[in-house]
């Protein structure tokens, strides 16, 4: 399981490392551009919090963190899925697909 780390309040959030590569090309295409966006997620079984949401803004720190040294396959058609349904609705939610 990878993380992400953005800003530095906010614990990291936990995601598979498959599903951070392709969250790393709609943030690598959307940050340089300056275009921000929400991006929503279900924390840990151990989280009282039921979803949370984050402003994902060029001028916020992001670090992306995999645990497996080897580069990871992006499926372009799930990275089209998800730009097209951040596009359309304005949000990025990160499940495990």
Known sequence: MG?????STLDPIIVDDVTLAHMRIIVGTKLPRQESFVMSWTPGSDSRD?????WIHP???LGLAFDSAEPIRVDAGRVAAMMNSLNAHGELPIEEM
Request: a positive charge; glycine letters at 8%.
């Open 3 to 7: 993380r992400l780390t953005y800003d």
């Open 50 to 54: 039921g979803r949370l949401t984050a």
């Open 59 to 61: 001028s916020n720190p």
